[in-house]
């Protein structure tokens, strides 16, 4: 086995299929790699968040926070990747945008897992592929009963359900050094490049296609700004300055 046969990269490199004319399809193939890359290391996150869920349900939060640390890199090298796409200029998006069809980023069920999967109720968005059975087999395995959230809520303050102590004791652990606390504030580290995220995503979208419906028939730009400032962990953020 050589390089090439173990990363399939005659598969791999035949994988993007620019459906416009053969003029535009440099920036179609940026566009796709780009989209292709994110649903990879969308992937990646996955098998990490699980195998995080997985430690700290056992207790081991220094091994949790070595698997955080990587998890963050990751969620950080997806931000930055927007700078590539913010090459694509609007006129040049626009000569190839009427091939995608009605396909949108607002389909990506993986990043739908994983937000459900970090612990945001997202019903909505989830609810939009229960027609596809094989997406909805996909999103059962992405989607473990407990969410990270919930377990980390379970073994640090003792409950997965909301009650009037939680962020009195997250208060507390956030107020003295502990590994506990690292863990916590890797989760709002986490939670901020995930909200950064949502924020270059759109204004990219604002300077591609301005006010124009998405792809998919959402609402484009009004969506994406809809989605600003609602951070997962809600109750962690509360915590940092109680009132």
Not at 126 to 147: F, G
Request: aromatic share 8%; charged share 20%.
């Amino acid at each position: 086995m050589d390089y090439s046969s173990y990363l399939r990269l005659n598969e791999l490199l035949s994988l993007q299929q620019p459906k416009s004319p053969h003029s535009e399809h440099r920036n179609e193939c940026l566009f796709i790699i780009v989209h292709q890359a994110y649903e990879l290391w969308f992937k990646q996150l996955i098998n990490e968040i699980h195998y995080v869920i997985d430690l700290i349900s056992k207790g081991a939060i220094p091994d949790a926070i070595s698997v955080m640390t990587r998890i963050n890199t990751i969620a950080h090298t997806i931000v930055s990747q927007i700078s590539i796409i913010n090459t694509l200029n609007s006129h040049e998006f626009h000569r190839f945008r009427g091939y995608l069809g009605s396909a949108s980023g607002f389909q990506s069920y993986q990043f739908d897992g994983i937000e459900a999967l970090l612990g945001k109720a997202n019903s909505k968005k989830i609810k939009q592929y229960q027609h596809d059975e094989v997406i909805q087999k996909r999103l059962a395995v992405i989607i473990k009963p407990a969410s990270l959230w919930n377990v980390v809520r379970q073994q640090l303050i003792g409950t997965a359900e909301p009650n009037e102590d939680a962020r009195d004791l997250l208060t507390a652990i956030l107020a003295r050094p502990s590994c506990e606390a690292i863990l916590l504030n890797q989760l709002l580290d986490l939670d901020t490049a995930l909200q950064e995220w949502r924020f270059r995503h759109a204004k990219l979208a604002e300077r591609t296609i301005g006010q124009s419906k998405g792809t998919g028939g959402s609402d484009g730009l009004s969506y994406l700004k809809s989605t600003l400032f609602t951070p997962i962990f809600v109750e962690l953020w509360a915590a940092i300055n109680p009132s």
